[in-house]
Every structure is written in structure tokens, then in C-alpha cells.
């Protein structure tokens, strides 16, 4: 048995390096969303403030260059306005809240400058959302609702060793998927993300 815990323990410690937390903050900025009103017959565009979001991760190195992520993050942004094929322009008030479960792919390149490492993504996940539209104008019926869907994304950075275990990371993705339908309406969602993060990499030597 001794023996045997010998040669598992190096190996579980080569393992161990390789495995990361990540941690990170953004800000996301939505395109006009289209939407379509199932009921009422109407289609627009409603716009939606930007918004901070937070996001969790832990990865896995798979080569030097080569990692795989795993990613939860959540964001609460508000509904300001919708925009309605042949009748104008509302101020409306309203939310969307989403939390999202992204499986992430990165490159990281084999070269730096100044000690700068670039890198890009991909990934794909599942996100659910709450939306609230509160609009006295009549565009729409007031209410809540839950909308759940398939997103992807893709994007790239830049990557900062500050320790030999911590890293800074800044970087951009966009994000996109399947309609959000929710009660009455089915509406877009894509976003463009700016976020800055830590990494630590587990302390085994």
C-alpha cells in the first residue's frame, strides 16, 4: 500500500496543476433586441441598458496551450425602451435577469510580450431568464415571465501573470442563441461582453 500511494501521489500532483479557479466582472452591452409580439401582431425592437455581470469558473489544462472551463455567470439588466414597426418609439420600464452555464474552449498562445499572453475562445452553454415588462402604453400586456435557451460564444484576451500561481485576465466575447421565448413574446439574444478576471492556479508542487 505504501508503495502504491508513492506512485499515485506524484501523479495526482502533476493533475492538480493543471486545475484553475477563475473569477470574473463584466460589463454587457446589448444590441437592439428584436422581438415579436405573438399576441398583438407587433414587432420592434426593444433596448436594454447595459449591465454588470459576475461569473465563476473552474478549468482544467489540458496542454500548455490548450484548456477547457467551466463557467457560471449572472447579470440583472433593465428594459428602458421598445420600438414598434409603424408606431414609434416607448419608454417602457422592465428587467431581465440571466444566469448562464457556459462550457468554455481557449487557446492559449506559445508566445508572449512582456510577459502578455493572448488567447481565444469558444464555447457553448444554457441560460435561463427572467423578464418584467412594466408598460402603461399598450405595446405589450405588463408581466413576468421565464425563458430558458441555448446560447454559444466566442471571443479572445489578453492574459498577465502577476504570480507564479495568479494571473490577470482581460478579455471580449459575444455571445448569441436561440430566440428567448417567453409568455407572448419571442425576443433576441446577443450581447458583446468586456470583462476583467483573476485566475489562480492550485498550489501543488
Given amino acids: 500500500m505504501i508503495f502504491a500511494v508513492l506512485a499515485v501521489t506524484p501523479l495526482c500532483a502533476q493533475a ?30 426593444i433596448g436594454v441598458d447595459d449591465s454588470i455581470s459576475f461569473a465563476g469558473a473552474i478549468g482544467f489544462k489540458l496542454t500548455p496551450q490548450l484548456r477547457v472551463e467551466a463557467e457560471l455567470s449572472h447579470s440583472s ?23 448562464i452555464a457556459m462550457v468554455n474552449v481557449y487557446y492559449d498562445f506559445d508566445f508572449n510580450w512582456k510577459k502578455i499572453q ?25 408581466g413576468s415571465s ?6 454559444w ?36 439574444a446577443s450581447i458583446h461582453e468586456v470583462r476583467v478576471g483573476l485566475s489562480w492556479d492550485l498550489p501543488f508542487e
Fill in 153 to 188: 460564444q466566442v471571443g479572445g484576451g489578453l492574459r498577465y501573470p502577476v504570480t507564479d500561481s495568479l494571473s490577470l485576465i482581460t478579455a471580449y466575447r459575444y455571445m448569441d442563441g436561440q430566440d428567448l421565448k417567453f409568455t407572448n413574446i419571442e425576443g433576441d
Fill in 16 to 45: 492538480a496543476k493543471r486545475i484553475y479557479f477563475a473569477g470574473y466582472f463584466g460589463l454587457k452591452s446589448y444590441p437592439p433586441q428584436d422581438y415579436k409580439d405573438n399576441d398583438l401582431g407587433l414587432e420592434g425592437k
Fill in 77 to 99: 439588466a433593465t428594459i428602458s425602451s421598445a420600438e414598434v414597426i409603424n408606431f414609434g418609439a416607448f419608454e417602457v420600464g422592465g428587467s431581465l435577469d440571466s444566469t
Fill in 118 to 142: 493572448p488567447f481565444i475562445g469558444a464555447g457553448i452553454g444554457y441560460g435561463w431568464h427572467e423578464g418584467e415588462i412594466d408598460n402603461a402604453l399598450g405595446f405589450t400586456a405588463s
Fill in 146 to 151: 421565464d425563458a430558458s435557451g441555448y446560447l
